[in-house]
């Protein structure tokens, strides 16, 4: 029997990446995929598996990048046949066990003790599991009752809003990140410190407190990255990963100097 409970996934040209993901969540009785105007075979693919495909805008236009994440977020949620649901990227994948214990979650129904779960995240790399990295542990908030939350909030590195009075609880069971390659993640994590600062309103204040907490954090990753030298083991993430990682935070600074000089002119 089918999980009671909706899947949302984003694509966009995902045909490579997507048949691995809806195999993990073909337990799950409704699959929505919100496509950005694909041109490969991204869309037969997933209404093979039987999933509802959505456009992320109206517009008509193929290939269209996402410049709001919630809203899009939201427009799935809004097509969602069950109040559980879960969102996962198309390059993503749930382990089976994962899955066995949303499904223990959703069975429970009214006699669940929280609304909302965060998954932990293990990062794959060419196709072994990283046991060791400075971005662990990593979760994300992803399963939730949807009358527990207020719906998706922030145009970058969107997050679900949980109402007051939900706690939230952690899954035991990981979904799979796998990295892509180094140029292509280095592009894309540069692309989003970019779209972050252009949603701020840049001023003398900000950028000192931003100038601050991200010089800080990144000081943070590079000292985590020398101690998984030292502790644990298993797969290390490798270095490049794991300095273009901590360079987003960096690319922030950069990026908020730029908006910041002209403002000034």
């Not at 559980?84 to 089976?96: G, H, R, T, V």
């Not at 069971?173 to 252009?198: C, F």
């Not at 010089?215 to 998984?228: G, P, R």
């Amino acid at each position: 029997m089918k999980i009671p409970c909706s899947v949302e996934i984003l694509t966009l040209n995902s045909e490579k990446t997507l048949k691995r993901c809806l195999e993990s969540v073909r337990d799950f009785e409704d699959i929505i995929i919100l496509d950005g105007g694909s041109t490969d075979g991204t869309v037969a693919l997933a209404e093979k598996y039987g999933a509802c495909v959505i456009p992320q805008t109206d517009a008509r236009e193929k290939e269209v990048k996402i410049n709001d994440f919630s809203a899009v977020r939201n427009k799935g949620v809004k097509q969602a046949r069950y109040p559980w649901f879960l969102f996962i990227d198309s390059d993503e994948y749930l382990s089976p066990e994962a899955v066995a214990e949303m499904r223990e979650i959703v069975n429970q129904e009214q006699n669940n003790i929280h609304y909302a779960y965060k998954l932990p995240r293990k990062y794959v790399v060419n196709g072994e599991v990283v046991e060791r990295s400075s971005m662990y542990p990593n979760y994300q908030l992803r399963f939730f009752y949807i009358p527990a939350t207020f719906g998706f909030i922030k145009k970058i590195h969107e997050r679900i809003s949980v109402k007051e009075g939900y706690e939230i609880g952690i899954l035991k069971n990981p979904e799979y990140v796998p990295m892509g390659d180094i140029s292509t993640l280095k592009k894309k994590w540069y692309n989003y410190a970019q779209m972050q600062i252009h949603t701020m309103k840049v001023t003398p204040k900000t950028f000192s407190g931003l100038f601050l907490s991200n010089s800080l954090i990144f000081v943070k990753y590079l000292i985590k990255y020398a101690l998984t030298f030292m502790r644990g083991s298993g797969k290390r993430m490798p270095f490049l990963y794991e300095w273009y990682n901590a360079c987003y935070h960096i690319w922030l600074i950069k990026e908020a100097f730029i908006s910041l000089v002209k403002v000034k002119k």
